[in-house]
Structures are given as structure tokens and as C-alpha cells.
């Protein structure tokens, strides 16, 4: 039951006690891409509170109960889930469980435009993603997800319904004998927050910090206008936090969160100056900096990528040189649809 950083398969299912009180459960999800996401139980006093609550598959409730029954609960028990972000495998459990038990459904409030255009188009909206990918000039990889994926994504059912609490930066959350605070950090959503309990010296991370990958950015329904600026400063903020145990949704527990938030910073740095590098040497488009670039930590060649995971490497390429235009760092022009990037000549003002 003892759950440390690198034993075994995080991945496997069951329930596993990070710290007095608190329960990590990995739950299932439908791609192999990301392959678990971890669900924190905490039990304080009358409180059994969730940071996550997992994608609603039809599973998922009971794997989630028979996690829960080995320190003797179950989820009808749950007064509350705090949620990390809006993305599905976070948050569609939550509407889940309240729907079935009444539990109390808090989200940061970043993301109230988000929820609110799924909760509107009903469905896994790919158009902003879509209308990302035309701008950035990969026609190629709309065709491909097209032909993949059909021309709308599958019908489900609506579960974007709204919170009962839109949690603000720096929000105290008092449980029974133990408060959290909420942090607000921007960047793979607008409305991404993480939980901090100073007292035990742990950090619900969500998808914030990655202890091995590096967590997308501006992937959602209304996105940011500079994420990748935002994220870079909410990294920074969890260095004002004292180095507190990683607790994050996909991936094993770590003792240092510092560690890795330095790790982040310098890929991004490393990102940017190789999107500079690409731009210099010719590229125009996101896409084809994207095409010359290396993808994952192994370094596989882009058209090694399926096609979702080359819309990902298309948009983080434009986030990318998003940035580095407003760090003048990069000129953009528009024609049309399409969007160019050049690096700024000596005379350019
Ligand atoms: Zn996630």
C-alpha cells in the first residue's frame, strides 16, 4: 500500500495511501496517450473530499468504489470534489457523482468559459481547435485527424454542467481538521488551480506539474491569448510555495515538486529558442516549424506522431511562437486565415 516515486506501474489499479489521510486512486482512461489519471481521497474528519473524480466511462463508478471500500467507504460518502481543471478526465466524474449523490462540485473559475461553450456545443468541440490548426497552416493534420475521426467527433452525453463553486486564487478550503489552498495557475487551462496543504507539506497538482511529461498547453474550448505566458508564471508561483510532495494526476508521486517545476522552465526555454532556431532557418508556419522540430523525450520525427498527437505538436508550436512574438522576439503577420511568423530584420520598428 506504501506508494513511492518510481516503484512499480503507477498505473495500476487500487488504492494507495500517500500520506496520513490521503489516497491516491489511478482510475482508467478510454486513450493509451496519458494512460491513468489519479484521483486524491481525503479523509478529514466527516469530510471525504476527492481533487479530481476521474473520466466518467462506464466503469469508472465502480472501480472508484472498490478503491474506496479498501479503507472502508464508498462514493456515496463523498461530500466534495475539488477540481483540478475542466478537461474530461478531470471533471466529468465530478457532474457524475453529484448527479447520483448530491456531492458538492468546485472548479477555478478560469474556466467558466470553457464549460460554458462545451456545456453549450454538448460535445467535445474541436472547431477552436480546428480554426487553430487552419491559422497555423496544417492543413495536412485536419485531414488526417478528419479521416481518422470522421467529420464531428462522437455524439455523448451532455455532462458539462456548471459547478455549485467557481473557486478564486487563494481560497481557503477548510475540511475537518485540515485547509487547503486553492492557487490559481493558468496555462494548460485558464482556469487550472492546484491544491497546497501547507500543514502536510503536499501539492495537488492536477495537471500543473508533470513528473514525466510535459503538460499541453491552452488545449481548450476558449483559449488564452498568451497560455504559454501564463503557464510560465504560474510554474514560476509554485517556487514561492515552499518544495512541497507532488502529488500529480498522471504519474507517480514525487518528494520534490522544485525539482521538477526547474526542469519545466528549462524545456520551455530549450522549446523556444529550437521554435526561434526553426523560424531562422525558414519555416513560416506553426506547422512547419512543427515539422522540423523534435517530439516526446524521445525525439521522434513528427510524421512518426498520430494525427491527435500532431494537432498537440502543432498548436504547442504556435503557443510557442506566440510567445516569442511578444517577447519581440519574433515578428507575425496574418494573410487571410493563415498566420506567418519571420524573425524581425534590422530595419523592421
Ligand atoms: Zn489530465
Redesign the pocket.
Known amino acids: 500500500m506504501a506508494d513511492s516515486a518510481g516503484s512499480g506501474d503507477w498505473t495500476e489499479p487500487g488504492l494507495f495511501t500517500v500520506a496520513p489521510g490521503v489516497h491516491r486512486i489511478p482510475l482508467p ?1 478510454p486513450h493509451d496517450g ?1 494512460r491513468a ?1 489519479n484521483v486524491y481521497a481525503i479523509e478529514s474528519g466527516d469530510d471525504l473530499v476527492l481533487v ?1 473524480a476521474g473520466w466518467a466511462l462506464a466503469e469508472t463508478g465502480g472501480l472508484l468504489d472498490a478503491a474506496l471500500d479498501q479503507i472502508g467507504r464508498n462514493s456515496a460518502e463523498v461530500t466534495r470534489c475539488l477540481v ?2 475542466v ?1 474530461r ?2 471533471y466529468t466524474m465530478a457532474v457524475i457523482l453529484r448527479r447520483r449523490f448530491g456531492t458538492h462540485v468546485a472548479l477555478g473559475i478560469g474556466d467558466r468559459p470553457s464549460l460554458t461553450a462545451l456545456g453549450e456545443s454538448g460535445l467535445e468541440d474541436m472547431s477552436e481547435h480546428v480554426l487553430r490548426m487552419e491559422r497555423a497552416g496544417a492543413e495536412p493534420v485536419i485531414r488526417a485527424l478528419r479521416e481518422a475521426f470522421g467529420d464531428t467527433p462522437p455524439q455523448r452525453e451532455n455532462v458539462w454542467e456548471q459547478p455549485d463553486e467557481w473557486l478564486k486564487d487563494q481560497a481557503t478550503i477548510a475540511l475537518g481538521g485540515r485547509e487547503l489552498r486553492a492557487v490559481a495557475t493558468p496555462g ?1 487551462t485558464q482556469g487550472h488551480t492546484v491544491f497546497a496543504d501547507l500543514a502536510h507539506h503536499l501539492l495537488f497538482a ?2 500543473h506539474v508533470l513528473p514525466r511529461i510535459t ?1 499541453s498547453v491552452g488545449f481548450e474550448a476558449v483559449m488564452a491569448e498568451l497560455p504559454l505566458g501564463d503557464y510560465l508564471r504560474s510554474l514560476r508561483l509554485m517556487l514561492d510555495l515552499p518544495d512541497l510532495r507532488l502529488l500529480p ?2 504519474g507517480p508521486v514525487m518528494d520534490t515538486t522544485h525539482a521538477r517545476v526547474h526542469a519545466l522552465l528549462a524545456h520551455h526555454e530549450d522549446r523556444l529558442n529550437a521554435c526561434l532556431e526553426r523560424i531562422a532557418a525558414g519555416a513560416h508556419t506553426a506547422y512547419e516549424a512543427a515539422l522540423a522540430l523534435p517530439w516526446t523525450r524521445r525525439g521522434r520525427r513528427f510524421s512518426e506522431l498520430d494525427p491527435f498527437n500532431q494537432m498537440f505538436a502543432v498548436l504547442e508550436t504556435g503557443v510557442h511562437l506566440d510567445l516569442l512574438v511578444a517577447q519581440g522576439r519574433l515578428a507575425r503577420a496574418a494573410t487571410g486565415e493563415l498566420v506567418t511568423y519571420a524573425v524581425p530584420g534590422p530595419a523592421a520598428g
Open positions: 482512461l496519458l489519471v479530481d483540478t481543471h478537461h478526465d478531470h494548460h492536477g495537471d503538460p494526476a498522471h
